[in-house]
């Protein structure tokens, strides 16, 4: 991203913060797995947003008082030790460059200069940004930092600013669009690819190293856990095993998606293994992809996800009791049990999205109905990225080969 695009984000989150108060924003720790080993880094999506930085234990501070107002960036310390076993970390200059932040400090020095700027200014207030979804997951930084502040300052004040942010990140930018498209991209090359290879005895982790392999080629990386799911396995809706091999005249399902420059792609295509569908796959496929088009005909501002799943109930409704896939309409839950669409951008499933909420211009969703029946051992899933335009959509993805005669023709060369 352009630094004025995050400087500008950044003058948007923190305009209407009161003053007497501090922002601080964490990048995020490196997590131990075992031994003297961490899981790969993933950096806060949220921080990474604001200050278009990646490295693990950054902090960003605003300081907002009636003295004092200022941005603060913290790096790590300078050690020349450790960048001989792990390379360079970020340096100042780099930071300003990249952020827009220009006073940049040395993370040992946080806390002496976090606890000096209370005790010298009126301070009643401190902006977190905290992401929880359970009891049960792990303290994150910012809330590592709320349980200390809480124990030495009681008398401030904590207020979190993730859904503010998360709202912030629902309509994309052009720049953002235009990294979204590379990763759409990338994966298009990464399904072409894939199908070049794909036959009867292959395995499913085979066809994953071939769009990993075309993700590493391209400098991107995958946006999640690719899923090939054959067979039976393809009404798994997150089967990730990937271990079966491939069988003559079943159909190979695969939800992929690749990252550039952490904003992904998230697609999925359905395909026969041996090259040609069969009638009753065929009737299926072409359920589905009705479906697809109906919803995708049916965005625009204004629309809720509510109403575009409804969409997909109401197609299944008609068209699988008359293929015989379901006896009667209020069966439709026992071939489709998934919503029709989320949010997509710096996450996959990305934030600023609930169900029940409104389209805008500037949205980017998906559109992935599905139709699962474990008794005739078919599972189909097709899924396009969209653009919320002003009057319509866009379909991202549109090059992404989809109908039954492109994929048969293209199976065949």
């Not at 994309?172 to 669009?177: A, F, P, R, V, Y």
């Not at 008359?322 to 990305?350: M, R």
Request: hydrophobic content about 35%; proline content about 2%.
């Amino acid at each position: 991203m352009k630094r004025e695009t995050i400087i500008k984000r950044r003058n948007e989150l923190l305009k209407e913060n009161k003053k007497g108060s501090i922002t601080v924003l964490f990048s995020g720790d490196l997590v131990k797995r075992s031994a003297d080993s961490t899981y790969p880094f993933v950096v806060n999506r949220n921080f990474y947003y604001l200050t278009n930085c990646e490295e693990d234990s950054l902090i960003y501070v605003y300081i907002n008082t009636e003295n004092v107002s200022k941005e603060i960036l913290f790096i790590k310390d300078y050690n020349p030790l450790e960048e001989k076993w792990v390379g360079k970390s970020l340096t100042k200059d780099e930071a300003i460059h990249k952020s827009g932040i220009f006073i940049v400090q040395p993370l040992s020095q946080f806390e002496s200069i976090f606890t000096r700027t209370l005790a010298r200014n009126d301070v009643d207030t401190i902006y977190v940004d905290s992401e929880r979804d359970s009891f049960k997951q792990r303290l994150n930084e910012a809330e590592k930092f709320t349980k200390k502040l809480s124990d030495s300052y009681p008398h401030l004040k904590v207020i979190n600013i993730n859904q503010k942010i998360n709202l912030m990140r629902t309509v994309k930018s052009d720049e953002e669009i235009e990294e979204m498209k590379n990763a759409i991209e990338v994966t298009r090359e990464g399904i072409e690819f894939i199908l070049k290879n794909i036959k009867p005895g292959r395995y499913e982790y085979q066809s994953a190293a071939d769009f990993e392999y075309q993700c590493a080629l391209n400098n991107a990386k995958l946006a999640f856990d690719t899923i090939v799911a054959s067979g039976k396995d393809a009404t798994i809706l997150h089967y990730v095993t990937n271990q079966k091999p491939l069988v003559e005249n079943d159909l190979v399902l695969f939800d992929l998606g690749a990252s550039v420059n952490h904003y992904c792609a998230d697609i999925s295509r359905t395909f026969p293994v041996s090259g040609k569908f069969t009638d009753r796959q065929k009737t299926f496929y072409t359920i589905v992809l009705k479906a697809q088009e109906e919803v995708i005909k049916a965005i625009k501002p204004g629309v809720t996800l509510i109403q575009l799943n409804e969409i997909v109930r109401s197609v299944y409704k008609d068209e699988c009791v008359k293929a015989n896939i379901i006896e009667s309409e209020d069966q439709v839950d026992q071939v489709y049990y998934h919503s029709v669409s989320h949010s997509l951008g710096l996450d996959t499933h990305d934030v600023g999205l609930v169900e029940g909420a409104v389209l805008r211009p500037g949205m980017v969703v998906t559109v992935e109905p599905g139709l699962y029946s474990e008794k005739e051992s078919i599972g189909i899933r097709i899924e396009d990225d969209i653009l919320v335009t002003e009057d319509g959509s866009i379909n991202l993805s549109s090059s992404i080969l989809k109908s039954v005669e492109e994929i048969e023709t293209y199976m065949r060369l």
